[in-house]
């Protein structure tokens, strides 16, 4: 399979998108570089991305920034204990003046979707978006229904521990491209939010700034992005470290290798650069692999966190030695 090369323009209109983005989401939430950065590395590479922290960091109200700072549908679903599957999939209804049923499609016919507090929904529930997010469509009635083009999922939801919560699926869990904890402001960004926040609603001042095709173009353009042997051998040397250590149960799976290529692509592209380094698979091993590997008891008792367990691994692993990029004409 040939892959297209990506121009250097197509690289620079990447860069921009993502910075204009940025700019959208730093006017609502400062001081959270890290979290942008792995957010808009996931959208570029058209992942699904779950934001988990405490109640009242802002995981609700960078979704929605988002969700504003890209001129595409947009839909919300506040999961709660008493919603049904049909609530987010969409329901055929019976038109008795026509004598026919008729779909009507639910909030994640959209190109974003907003899952808030996904895990405050029974597991039933939580399942209904699991062929959304990987087939990229929905079985409603015995018929398959295509989902818009891109499509992205953003969850929200609270630690496991925090009372009235469902803990997702090993098997949704891994849907998600990456976790991210958006964690406590520093002091100064904290004052900072009260005087932004200070009567007045700092979402009023996100606006559009890419249009859905936009957006589908920068994703294409990150799916051409370099990666080469070596870097390759390095993603997948990082990977098989997490089976091999005695402080996880369970090490990252070969889907996880797969994302971790796509979402580093995507960061390299956000920097300008038409190849992948092995900066860019560190950066983001943590996000893309803490929720999927599960810590031993011997981990546990010692509280260390899966995200503590992933860095020693990187820190572990060597390096391939630093070269010019490979020629990009290849097939």
């Given at each position: ?60 109200t960078l979704a929605r920034a988002l969700g504003r700072a890209l001129d595409a549908s947009v839909g919300r679903i506040q ?253």
């Amino acid at each position: 399979m040939t892959t297209t090369v990506p121009s250097a323009q197509q690289l620079a209109d990447v860069a921009r998108l993502a910075q204009e983005v940025r700019a959208q989401l730093d006017t609502v939430l400062s001081g959270l570089d890290d979290a942008v950065d792995a957010t808009l590395a996931t959208v570029l590479a058209e992942g699904h991305l779950l934001l988990e922290d405490v109640p009242g960091v802002g995981k609700t109200t960078l979704a929605r920034a988002l969700g504003r700072a890209l001129d595409a549908s947009v839909g919300r679903i506040q999961f709660t204990p008493d919603l049904l599957p049909s609530d987010v999939t969409g329901v055929s209804v019976f038109r008795s003046d026509e004598h026919r049923f008729e779909f009507r499609p639910g909030p994640v016919f959209a190109n974003i979707v907003v899952a808030d507090e996904i895990n405050r929904a029974s597991p039933k529930t939580q399942a209904a978006l699991l062929e959304s997010m990987q087939e990229r469509s929905v079985t409603v009635d015995g018929e398959t229904r295509a989902l818009p083009a891109p499509f992205l999922v953003i969850a929200t939801q609270n630690p496991i521990d925090m009372e009235g919560t469902y803990p997702l699926p090993e098997a949704q869990r891994d849907r998600f491209m990456t976790r991210i904890a958006v964690g406590y402001p520093t002091s100064a960004d904290e004052v900072a939010m009260l005087d932004a926040h200070d009567g007045h609603d700092p979402l009023a001042d996100v606006h559009p700034v890419a249009t859905a095709a936009d957006l589908e173009r920068a994703i294409a353009t990150v799916r051409g992005i370099y990666g080469a042997p070596a870097v390759k051998q390095y993603l997948v040397d990082v990977v098989r470290a997490t089976r091999a250590t005695a402080e996880l149960r369970l090490g990252a799976s070969p889907r996880s290798s797969l994302q971790l290529l796509a979402a580093a692509k995507a960061r390299a592209a956000m920097h300008g650069r038409d190849h992948v380094l092995p900066d860019d698979v560190k950066a983001l091993a943590v996000p893309v692999l803490a929720h999927r590997v599960i810590p031993s008891a011997q981990a546990r008792g010692a509280n260390r966190t899966a995200e503590a367990v992933i860095e020693d691994v990187i820190a572990q692993v060597a390096v391939p030695a630093a070269r010019s990029p490979e020629p990009l004409a290849r097939g």
